[in-house]
């Protein structure tokens, strides 16, 4: 695995004027040697003052969603078409909030991922397991079958995915997971990506849920966690920039 990814995911956040605040101070702090990759996942209807704040920077952009269908009348509906209008190299699929709130299935989150793909955008697809399940010792087995009805779906693009982990009990609640725990769960992904393609050292594990500068150093440094996506800590640009900062220092 290459340099470390760290995405911010700024969910239903921001305004026109807070953006711009954030981004500055993002742009500001980067150091210009820094060795990760970084980007931010905004609402739909920001990209575009993403796309001229960040182009030709070192800070790539994307948004938290995407339509299963390629185009027409789906009201409301944002293609994968348009994100690559707007430049967007990322795309978050399957998040736990959207599994949740909008009742996607793993099957509706695998034909995103491969709408994204289609267009060139890459799909950060999350995988995680709630509470009950990890108490059940359901963990395993819930990630790999969410991961599973991509990896069917999108068949040899696999190597072109993003994955995060985001156990849905640290997500936004501040309790994370230890990184021996969390190390465990990238194992069982890294194992099941190698089954499906020989370029699996390509894909990055990232891990979500209550990251912080805090806790970022000791996740980031486990074998098989490639970086993080960051919800509440990516709003304010010194902690993002201190998760940025711990990536770069354990690359
Ligand atoms: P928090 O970092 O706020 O826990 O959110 C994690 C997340 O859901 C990122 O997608």
């Known amino acids: 695995m290459g340099n470390k990814l760290i995405v911010g995911n700024w969910k239903m956040n921001g305004t026109l004027a807070d ?29 575009q003052q993403l796309q001229s704040l ?26 994968a078409a348009m994100l690559r209008d707007l430049a967007c190299r990322y795309v978050i699929v399957g998040h736990s909030e959207r599994r949740q709130y909008h009742g996607e299935s793993d099957e509706l989150v695998a034909t995103k991922a491969q709408r994204a793909l289609a267009c060139g955008v890459t799909p950060i697809v999350c995988v995680g397991e709630t509470l009950a399940q990890r108490e059940a010792g359901q963990t395993d087995m819930v990630v790999k079958r969410q991961l599973a009805s991509v990896i069917h779906t999108v068949g040899h693009c696999t190597s072109e995915l993003v994955v995060a982990y985001e156990p849905v009990w640290a997500i936004g609640t501040g309790q994370t997971a230890t990184p021996e725990m969390a190390q465990a769960v990238h194992a069982v992904l890294r194992a099941q990506i190698a089954a499906a393609t020989s370029n699996s050292a390509r894909v990055a594990i990232l891990y979500g849920g209550s990251m912080n500068a805090a806790n970022a150093a000791a996740l980031l440094a486990q074998p098989d966690i490639d970086g993080g996506l960051i919800g509440g800590a990516s709003l304010k640009a010194p902690d993002f920039l201190s998760i940025v900062g711990a990536a770069g220092a354990v690359h």
């Open 19 to 47: 953006n711009a605040t954030l981004l500055a101070g993002l742009l500001n702090g980067l150091a210009a040697d820094h060795p990760a990759r970084v980007a931010v996942c905004a609402p739909a209807v920001y990209l």
């Open 54 to 79: 960040l182009q030709g920077t070192p800070v790539a952009w994307g948004a938290q969603d995407v339509s299963s269908h390629e185009r027409g009348a789906y009201t409301g509906e944002v293609s």
